[in-house]
């Protein structure tokens, strides 16, 4: 699977932003997640928000959820992150990455996503 993340940019606290990442090499049988994930400077990679290509579930992490969106369109072949009431501490770059036949329970470890886009930058600043 090959993923292209792209939407990143500079905006100031309180603005919104949408992130996509463009997916190819899925297989449906494979009932594939896309997620995203983010890595703030000196921070470990943390989860922010994933989907199932198939039937279109989706889980967030805890620090934005209510804040962020995640969506897909599969005729585009593309999964969006909307995020709003962008603060400070949402500067990070934000990567897409997908994995085959994830239970819910794994949906936020990292460790189970096998294919990684090339992260965006996203700077909250004021």
């Known amino acids: 699977v090959q993923l292209q993340a792209s939407g990143g940019g500079v905006v100031q606290p309180g603005d919104s932003l949408t992130l996509s990442c463009a997916v190819s090499?899925?297989?449906?049988?494979?009932?594939?997640?896309l997620a995203w994930f983010r890595q703030a400077p000196g921070q470990e990679r943390e989860f922010v928000a994933a989907?199932?290509?198939?039937?279109?579930?989706?889980y967030y992490g805890g620090s934005v959820k209510g804040r962020f969106s995640i969506s897909k369109d599969n005729a585009k072949n593309t999964v969006y992150l909307q995020m709003k009431d962008l603060k400070a501490e949402d500067t990070a770059v934000y990567y897409c990455?997908?994995?085959?036949?994830?239970?819910?329970?794994?949906?936020?470890?990292?460790?189970?996503?096998?294919?990684w886009g090339q992260g965006t930058l996203v700077t909250v600043s004021s």
């Open positions: 090499g899925l297989t449906f049988s494979n009932n594939y997640a």
């Open positions: 989907i199932r290509w198939n039937m279109g579930s989706t």
């Open positions: 990455a997908a994995a085959p036949r994830l239970i819910v329970s794994s949906m936020s470890n990292e460790r189970y996503y096998r294919d």
